[in-house]
């Protein structure tokens, strides 16, 4: 068990680009969370899958985020024309099959420029 | 939704020194959690307590359920304690609501 892995940890961007985060989960979790944290503040829910479907979208995910999670694995977060508001660190968690304690992966720190 | 928040904001402590973080919520809740984020952002869970009291080497955590908060303890803190400490709250569906934070300096 390695726990929860993000990749990639880093990404600089210019605005209107298209960028993908991936997040592998810890092997025999259902649970996938998707969460974003700015500057100063906790981390906020953007979205939840359990297995392959994505059963939760916060209103924060605009149009131009789309998640996935292909088979129940790992989980994709493409951002779409990113804008310089999109800059933030972006979080992904898992938890087991009774969507207990939450692990967190070491993030994704995404800077639009 | 529940809110979440968290006292103090900020907390400078000196080495040695003890400490109680507090987390009140506005309903009620199916799970309580407390989270470390140390300086290069890593989350790590603390403790998962929903309702009574845990211990874990230097810190433990207590949990009154019927009167919406949570305290954290820390004893003997060490500079390594450093970092922000998040509780967030789960009212029995798929999201987790995380507090702003108390950002804790421990110094030397």
């Known amino acids: 068990d390695t726990g929860v892995s993000q990749d990639p940890r880093h990404k600089i961007t210019k605005r209107g680009q298209n960028v993908t985060f991936r997040c592998d989960p810890i092997s025999e979790h259902n649970r996938l969370y998707w969460y974003r944290q700015t500057l100063g503040q906790g981390p906020e829910f953007l979205t939840y899958f359990q297995n392959e479907a994505q059963l939760e979208k916060s209103r924060l995910l605009s149009d131009r985020f789309s998640a996935e999670r292909p088979k129940g694995s790992f989980s994709t977060l493409e951002i779409q024309r990113t804008e310089q508001g999109d800059s933030a660190m972006y979080l992904c968690a898992s938890s087991g099959q009774r969507g207990e304690k939450l692990f967190f992966g070491s993030g994704t720190q995404l800077s639009v420029l | 939704g529940i809110q979440v928040e968290q006292s103090p904001p900020d907390l400078i402590l000196q080495e040695g020194a003890n400490s109680t973080l507090r987390c009140n919520f506005s309903?009620?809740?199916?799970?309580l959690q407390w989270f470390h984020q140390n300086p290069w952002g890593q989350l790590i869970n603390l403790f998962y307590?929903?309702?009574g009291t845990k211990q874990n080497g230097r810190l433990s955590a207590t949990t009154v359920a019927t009167e919406r908060y949570s305290l954290l303890y820390i004893s003997s803190s060490q500079t390594t304690d450093s970092g922000v400490y998040f509780c967030?709250?789960?009212?029995?569906?798929?999201?987790?609501?995380f507090g702003a934070g108390t950002r804790l300096f421990v110094k030397a």
């Open positions: 307590i929903p309702s």
């Open positions: 967030a709250a789960n009212t029995g569906g798929f999201k987790t609501i």
């Open positions: 309903d009620s809740v199916n799970n």
